[in-house]
């Protein structure tokens, strides 16, 4: 694949995938999504630590997809909703890759204001990464993909208009993530404010 940007990282998630089981079903499923230029962006996106959110988002995408097939679960939307779950604009921790794109990127770095409950990074990246999707990826959208990115970040999707995950598909993403992104963070029980969005990653 042509990469636009170098990762974070210091390896290929792809190539760590490659061999593993339902890996070119899964990659035929999200490939026009991988190959874009924009979301080739989140590889220079901080996340979890030090892993980018490129590499994040095919963590999530493609064990939502074994875990769809294993639980009879729809696979093709799980790739989708867990490839796009965190697929927002505007980055919540620096970056040196960040200065090679556009202003709006780095706005909340940049300049950073007192926000309301529903405006923090982890009650509002959802709504931001669903916008984007639709955007940007309107042909692979529809109802049960939205709720299973709006309510990734369910109970803290309370706050947002789209309140309910409604569909297995939205467990699934939603377990997942939580699995994924505990097992970066777990290390350290104080990271676990890194994960709902309240505290950033260690400079
Ligand atoms: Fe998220
Ligand atoms: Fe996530």
Redesign the pocket.
Same mark, same amino acid.
């Given at each position: 694949m042509n990469y636009f940007y170098k990762s974070l990282d210091n390896y290929e998630i792809l190539d760590i995938l490659k061999d593993m089981p339902y890996y070119n079903e899964w990659f035929n499923i999200v490939k026009g999504i991988l190959e874009s230029k924009e979301f080739q962006k989140r590889r220079l996106f901080f996340? @979890?630590e030090n892993e980018c959110l490129w590499t994040?988002?095919i963590r999530?995408s493609y064990k939502s997809y074994l875990y769809a097939i294993k639980h009879k679960i729809n696979a093709k939307n799980c790739a989708i909703a867990g490839l796009l779950? !965190?697929f927002y604009t505007k980055a919540w921790h620096p970056s040196e890759g960040l200065e090679q794109l556009e202003d709006k990127y780095r706005e909340k770095l940049e300049h950073p204001r007192k926000l309301k409950l529903k405006e923090m990074h982890g009650f509002n990246h959802p709504v931001q990464a669903l916008e984007n999707a639709k955007e940007y990826f309107p042909e692979y959208m529809n109802e049960r993909i939205e709720n299973a990115i709006i309510t @990734?970040m369910f109970p803290m999707s309370l706050v947002n208009e789209t309140k309910w995950p409604k569909y297995r598909e939205s467990f699934a993403v939603w377990y997942i !993530?939580k699995y994924?992104?505990w097992t970066n963070l777990s290390s350290n029980p104080k990271n676990l404010s890194k994960y709902f969005g309240i505290k950033k990653k260690n400079k």
């Amino acid at each position: 694949m042509n990469y636009f940007y170098k990762s974070l990282d210091n390896y290929e998630i792809l190539d760590i995938l490659k061999d593993m089981p339902y890996y070119n079903e899964w990659f035929n499923i999200v490939k026009g999504i991988l190959e874009s230029k924009e979301f080739q962006k989140r590889r220079l996106f901080f996340h @979890h630590e030090n892993e980018c959110l490129w590499t994040h988002c095919i963590r999530v995408s493609y064990k939502s997809y074994l875990y769809a097939i294993k639980h009879k679960i729809n696979a093709k939307n799980c790739a989708i909703a867990g490839l796009l779950h !965190d697929f927002y604009t505007k980055a919540w921790h620096p970056s040196e890759g960040l200065e090679q794109l556009e202003d709006k990127y780095r706005e909340k770095l940049e300049h950073p204001r007192k926000l309301k409950l529903k405006e923090m990074h982890g009650f509002n990246h959802p709504v931001q990464a669903l916008e984007n999707a639709k955007e940007y990826f309107p042909e692979y959208m529809n109802e049960r993909i939205e709720n299973a990115i709006i309510t @990734h970040m369910f109970p803290m999707s309370l706050v947002n208009e789209t309140k309910w995950p409604k569909y297995r598909e939205s467990f699934a993403v939603w377990y997942i !993530d939580k699995y994924i992104s505990w097992t970066n963070l777990s290390s350290n029980p104080k990271n676990l404010s890194k994960y709902f969005g309240i505290k950033k990653k260690n400079k």
